[in-house]
């Protein structure tokens, strides 16, 4: 009988062993834009709390985002630029998430309020070198920018027409190291996500319009360009990733978006 009793209990614990297995918390990975940080952050919280899935996200840049769904390293893709015609002749699909705008930044002890379009295209080619040109204080400007392949680069650069004619001083790998490097040096200029900018940078104006979800939605401020998700037309998402997909694209997911400072696609 003692027996008996000892072969059920190991088999009882071989089930344990083997539910615990089964039962591995399910997860979903996106890869990508370091602007979308906070927008998927919180879109992820809320979702984990509804459903219990956890969202991982990895901040590579736009184009290593996409190239890693197109690899299959990831479930979704996160790009805050459109899909190129090679990209899309990848097998690669492009969902409009939601709208940022582009803030243009100087330091907080910059004079200069407001640049135009035409303005800020003639400080990133070189064509005005110094401060004093446009009111500020007389100092050389120190441009700073992102990586080539960030979606950041890409719709700053083609919005104000200086496709590779940009003059950068440094050229840097994530929104956020481009708002501290602006934040400390009084003569630079940059530009970033809205949702990211904090007070440790002035945002000027472009044409005397301030980058807000009225002015974004609207069209009205112009320097602003699409966060996308980015995946396979070929492959379908697995379950978690598409309940994922699914809520981030509904109208449940407006109030969060808005709460990360971007305006909602849907």
């Not at 890869?31 to 990895?58: A, R």
């Not at 709208?99 to 100087?106: E, M, N, Q, R, S």
Request: net charge negative; hydrophobic share 35%.
């Amino acid at each position: 009988m003692k027996k008996i009793i000892s072969i059920l209990t190991s088999a009882l614990v071989m089930c344990s062993m083997f539910a615990g297995c089964s039962s591995e918390k399910e997860s979903v990975s996106t890869d990508g834009s370091t602007s979308m940080e906070k927008v998927i952050g919180v879109l992820g919280e809320t979702f984990e709390n509804d459903t219990g899935i956890t969202v991982t996200y990895n901040p590579t840049g736009s184009g290593s985002g996409i190239k890693a769904v197109a690899a299959g390293t990831c479930d979704i893709g996160l790009s805050s630029r459109e899909l190129k015609d090679e990209e899309k002749e990848q097998g690669l699909t492009a969902t409009v998430l939601a709208y940022d705008g582009i803030a243009i930044i100087v330091n907080n002890d910059n004079p200069v309020s407001d640049l135009d379009i035409e303005t800020i295209a003639k400080i990133y080619t070189g064509e005005i070198e110094n401060w004093s040109e446009i009111g500020g204080n007389d100092s050389e400007i120190v441009l700073i920018g992102r990586e080539a392949g960030s979606g950041t680069r890409d719709g700053f650069e083609s919005i104000t027409g200086t496709e590779d004619s940009c003059k950068y001083r440094q050229e840097l790998t994530s929104t956020g190291d481009v708002i501290t490097t602006v934040a400390g040096n009084p003569a630079a200029i940059g530009y970033a996500s809205v949702a990211s900018v904090k007070d440790s940078v002035k945002i000027v104006t472009v044409g005397g319009i301030a980058p807000t979800e009225e002015t974004i939605r609207d069209g009205s401020y112009v320097v602003q360009r699409p966060f996308v998700l980015v995946t396979k037309s070929d492959k379908k998402l697995s379950e978690s990733a598409q309940k994922f997909f699914d809520y981030i694209t509904s109208e449940k997911a407006r109030e969060a978006i808005s709460v990360a400072g971007v305006v909602a696609a849907n």
